[in-house]
């Protein structure tokens, strides 16, 4: 049986929108938060820089696209030159010895990770701290986010939405606490749910972001590479206008509501593949992210791939950002945005309740 939709009146989306406005400016980190990060940042550039006097060094993620939370960690880069002598593996150990030397003890090295980085949390602050090397490609698809998030503040404010949401769904099923000493198996990271919420605001009609990738390919001719892959897209959102215009004109409530009835019901999690690249949904046949595939590549490789869940990075094609998602923990991610609609179809609910209900 059908359950009779609530109607959602314009007062609803209006009372929403309102109070996801509210939540945001509350959690968002504030002046003073990104100033303790920023003196933290500076303690590690300086001891990084004695190890690695020619380096240069980067933050990328959330500290550098504006979605930082209050209590958000920063992530560091640090380039080498091109052959330089040591591995990124090798200079995690190094870098890793002489921060623990220097008084950071809750401090752990991923040196098998898929991207080897040092994990770490600064006592006297309590900020923490991701460090890895040569990862141009991060800081790259910071700067795609960073354009994304200039073009509609209505995209900015459903990404913090998503990132209490995910915090919430780490919190009832993988742990009481987001530990960085462990990352849990099974869920998304914020970077996952940035990509979710674009492709979503990209297919829809009219859309409420473009295609910048695509509207570099179409434009111009000179490509950028890193690692092989074309990492071009146009940035200079100033000039966007002359290229794509936004005719959607939905409110930020609305736009929700139908972000979680997306991931509910409507994404094609068995065939289709979120592609921020092409702008929709691709097949998983055309990508090789089969079944099949995955059982084949695992029993050579020590990092397994799984293709459950399927959002493509947009510049790193054979990176699957739903890697760590399996059956069981799809099941559950989705039956939370299932939920979520649930919450929203409540007659008994006003715009205002939902929200909190929703995030708990
Ligand atoms: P918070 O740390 O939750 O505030 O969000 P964030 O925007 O910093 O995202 P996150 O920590 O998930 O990722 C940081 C950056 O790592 C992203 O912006 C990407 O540039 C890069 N990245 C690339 N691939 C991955 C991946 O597979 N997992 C994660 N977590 N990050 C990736
Ligand atoms: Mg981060």
Redesign the pocket.
Known sequence: FKQSEKILTTEFYKELTQEINKTVHKIKAKPNDLKKREILYNYIKSVAKKIFPDSKIYR??????G???TD??I?ICILNKDNFEYTPAECVEILGEKLKNNGIDDIKLLIRA??PIIKMKDNRSGISC?IGFQ?R???Q??KL?NAYSKIDNRFKQMVFIS?IF?IYLITIYWSKMKNINEPYMGTL????F?LMIIHFLQIRKPPVLPNLQKIYLNNFKEYEYIDGFNVSFFGDINNLHKYWNSENNESLGELIVDFFKYYANDFPYISGVASVRAGGIITKEEKEWTREHQFEINKTNSVKDRYWFCVE?PF?LT?N?G?PVDRKSLFKIRGEFLKAVKIINNKNLSGIQVLEKILE
């Open positions: 990328y993620g959330s500290i550098e696209n979605f930082s939370l958000g960690d992530d898929r991207v991701d990862n490609l991060a800081i698809n910071t986010i990132k995910n990271s914020s970077y996952c940035i990075d790193e990176h950002l890697r």
